[in-house]
């Protein structure tokens, strides 16, 4: 069985400092990773996804993310942070024997200080 | 940039009536999906349709839910006899191939009174 534990509920970042949202993932077979974005009041938005390629994925945005199999962590960096950046962040894994069903972390609810 | 479009945006209906939620995927996707947000709670998978058949589906998708693809474009779910505890915000999603990665819709938010 999947899962995705996102260890943060909330990150307040001030504008121009990095970020980082935290994220680990249990799965029995080889995942699909992947970030989304959702702007009040919008859809999901991909951010960035990880398909066994390279382990440091880059995103829309500025954002990027490297998966670690050794830590079962896909963390999600910025090196520094935008007014627009605030958002609620979903890290989601789907596993392939699993069909195609995605499970949600928690999500991170990302607050940006000017 | 190809979109999902769900509608309608909002819809209120008293319990034990009936709703159909619209989605218009993507059109060469060949995968569509329904998730769900329970307000404060995470986006729940409902149910998975590939090929005119539901390919997988969670415990939360019971009798009273249905999907169907009745034309060449839109995609619904339906729920037969609604619930309180149905309000939340519907996704729908499409993919064009499994592990990709979804189009998610804007959602449709759905309060029953």
């Known amino acids: 069985a999947q899962s995705v534990t996102q260890l943060d509920s909330h990150v307040s970042v001030s504008e121009g400092t990095p970020v980082l949202l935290r994220c680990n993932y249990s799965?029995?077979?080889?995942?699909?990773l992947f970030w989304y974005v959702q702007h009040p009041n919008k859809g999901l938005q991909l951010l960035l996804k990880?398909?066994?390629?390279?382990?440091l994925v880059k995103g829309i945005n500025g954002f990027e993310a490297e998966f670690k199999k050794s830590e079962t962590s896909f963390h999600l960096t910025k090196p520094s942070a935008h007014m627009s950046d605030a958002a609620e962040y979903f890290c989601?894994?789907?596993?392939?024997?699993?069909?195609?069903?995605?499970?949600f972390g928690g999500g991170t609810r990302l607050m940006v200080k000017p | 940039e190809p979109e999902v479009t769900q509608t309608p945006s909002h819809q209120v209906t008293q319990m034990g009536q009936e709703v159909i939620l619209r989605c218009v995927p993507i059109s060469n996707h060949l995968y569509f999906y329904w998730y769900r947000q329970i307000l404060g709670q995470k986006v729940e998978f409902l149910v998975s349709?590939?090929?005119?058949?539901?390919?997988?589906k969670s415990e939360i998708f019971d009798d009273q839910f249905s999907v169907e693809r009745p034309d060449g474009s839109n995609f619904t779910l339906k729920i037969r006899s609604t619930k309180l505890e149905d309000s939340a915000m519907y996704f729908c999603?499409?993919?064009?191939?499994?592990?990709?990665?979804?189009?998610f819709g804007s959602g449709t938010r759905l309060t029953v009174v």
């Open positions: 999603a499409s993919s064009e191939v499994i592990g990709r990665g979804y189009t």
């Open positions: 799965s029995s077979y080889s995942p699909s």
């Open positions: 990880y398909t066994s390629a390279a382990t």
């Open positions: 349709f590939y090929n005119n058949e539901i390919s997988e």
């Open positions: 989601v894994v789907s596993e392939g024997n699993a069909g195609n069903m995605l499970t």
